[in-house]
């Protein structure tokens, strides 16, 4: 099987040992390009001269080639898209990423740039045997301002150890989300990543104060800027932010870190219908205010699919639809009573039918482990995976469509999300993940978001497995503009190709 992909040195032939990336249910996936009969870019192939280059620049320890280790690198998190890259490389600095990107450019050596590997669109491993840039030892916090409050770190730290970095001083990220202990903040800065805050602390293009960024040739940019206001000229950054490793290798960020809240209070709700959970939403708008911080919504085939898979159960019986609303402050009797008086009135006004209220940690992470262990049962069954970003008054209505479009097809279609920023997470379970399944459920799906006047993608980008509805997604002078940028930065195309841009197949 593995024929099919090693390239043309024989040293790197070598049999599989093991396999690192646990793949549940139906194994290892098939190689991407086999499985989409995408077709490789006019690139040079690996040699063994290139390898004596990269050994050289980081010695021995920092360079994997054996298949088993490099297996990891080549699947990604959810078991979707395989690549059958030969070659990992482990950067620790900014000028060993230039001296890698300058070497592979002259070369036309394709690149595949990974964080974590938490992605869910299949951008962050190699779809042929692009050379995977690792930023997993470029994991240094550089400074700490805590009076601004402005953290600068290389782009391989987890955002999880960069939020314990902040406690101390009494701040934290202002990005949180499920994959937090495993994601890098050059992936996040990359991706545009969301998350369970956004209601709150708004996006990256707000929070990122300034990058660090290689070009393709090696060159370095400095926009690592700490200030709030810098208005002297174009702000280059923002090009970076959600570009998915296609313009530029990400190296530093610097970052707006938030006051860390003393309280935190968790409410959970169980509700009859939809317009029920939009009447609660405004209501926690007007009457929680400053200290919202987190509205997530889950159906009950969502919780059913939680119970089956991952043993997760609601804390308050069986509802149509669930919220979980947090409150974040400063002042935790003001705060917890301020929630105590939403929930009496939403209860009161029987737009809630049950609730319960966590104002303990333990208490309060229980809870958030309902909304965010729900991904973790993908591993263990056949879901296709969507992230929309919708009306609110339509948030819902696609799940019920797809439920009828897709009929015996599916297992179980359903629904959660942030709904507070209109971001839905529409699932298809599936007896067996195959083609004909996808092509019934795209472009079908995308075609009914486009109607709503929604977005195929609200925070996971579009990667490799939506790539080719960048078109379908953006008029035409959006798509000239992102191509022209494109080969601006990037002329022979060795960044990440095969992502965000259509990719041919035969
Ligand atoms: C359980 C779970 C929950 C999740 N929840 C959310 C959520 O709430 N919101 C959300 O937005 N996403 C979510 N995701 C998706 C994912 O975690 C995010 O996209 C995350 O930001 C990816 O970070 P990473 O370090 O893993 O990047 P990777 O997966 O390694 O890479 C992602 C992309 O960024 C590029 N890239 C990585 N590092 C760099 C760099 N230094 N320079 C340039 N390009 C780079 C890669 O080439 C790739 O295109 C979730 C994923 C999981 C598994």
């Known amino acids: 099987m593995f024929s099919n992909c090693v390239g043309r040195l024989g040293l790197l032939s070598r049999p599989h040992r093991h396999i690192q990336r646990k793949c549940g249910l139906h194994g290892r996936p098939n190689f991407t390009k086999n499985n989409y009969k995408a077709i490789r870019g006019n690139f040079g192939y690996l040699e063994e001269q290139h390898i004596q280059f990269f050994q050289k620049l980081l010695g021995y320890d920092r360079i ?204 959970f709700l169980g509700l009859q219908n939809f317009d029920k959970v939009l009447k609660t939403f405004r209501k926690a708008k007007e009457d929680l205010c400053e200290i919202l911080s987190a509205f997530e919504v889950i159906d009950s085939t969502s919780m059913e699919f939680a119970k089956e898979t991952v043993g997760i159960t609601s804390p308050i019986g069986d509802y149509p639809y669930y919220l979980l609303i947090e409150t974040s402050g400063s002042n935790p009797e003001h705060d917890a009573d301020k929630l105590y008086k939403f929930l009496d009135l939403v209860l009161v006004k029987h737009l809630a039918l049950n609730g319960t209220l966590a104002t303990e940690p333990a208490k309060v992470n229980a809870i958030w482990a309902i909304r965010e262990k729900i991904p973790e049962g993908f591993k263990h069954s056949s879901v296709l995976c969507y992230d929309f970003s919708l009306p609110l008054s339509k948030y819902f209505d696609l799940v019920e469509d797809m439920r009828n479009h897709m009929g015996s097809l599916a297992k179980k279609v359903f629904g959660f999300g942030h709904l507070g920023d209109g971001n839905l997470h529409l699932q298809i379970e599936v007896n067996e993940m195959s083609k004909e399944v996808r092509d019934h459920v795209e472009p079908n799906v995308f075609e009914r978001v486009k109607q709503m006047n929604g977005s195929i993608s609200a925070e996971h980008g579009m990667g490799f497995l939506k790539a080719n509805y960048l078109s379908f997604a953006n008029p035409p002078s959006k798509v000239e503009m992102m191509r022209n940028l494109k080969s601006m930065l990037d002329p022979k195309g060795i960044l990440n190709p095969y992502k965000v841009f259509p990719w041919t197949y035969s």
């Open 64 to 267: 994997l080639t054996d298949l088993s280790d490099l297996e990891q690198y080549n699947v990604d998190r959810y078991c979707q898209v395989r690549g059958c890259s030969q070659i990992v490389l482990k950067p620790k600095t900014t000028e060993e990423v230039s001296q890698i990107l300058s070497f592979c450019n002259e070369n036309r050596l394709a690149i595949c740039l990974q964080g974590g590997n938490t992605d869910v669109v299949g951008a962050s491993v190699p779809v042929f045997d692009e050379i995977v840039v690792s930023t997993e030892l470029m994991n240094e916090i550089i400074d700490l301002d805590e009076n601004s409050g402005v953290i600068i770190c290389q782009a391989g730290c987890v955002l999880e150890n960069i939020d314990k970095k902040l406690e101390g001083s009494g701040l934290m990220v202002p990005l949180d989300l499920g994959a937090k202990g495993s994601c890098h903040i050059g992936g996040n800065v990359a991706t545009n990543a969301g998350g369970l805050r956004l209601l709150r602390y708004g996006n990256l293009h707000g929070n990122v104060l300034g990058l660090e960024v290689v070009k393709a040739n090696g060159e370095v940019i400095d926009c690592l800027s700490t200030l709030k206001k810098d208005n002297t000229g174009f702000h280059l950054k923002h090009l970076f932010i959600g570009s998915e490793g296609t313009l530029g290798f990400i190296t530093k960020v610097s970052l707006q870190c938030p006051p860390r809240a003393r309280s935190i209070n968790v409410a």
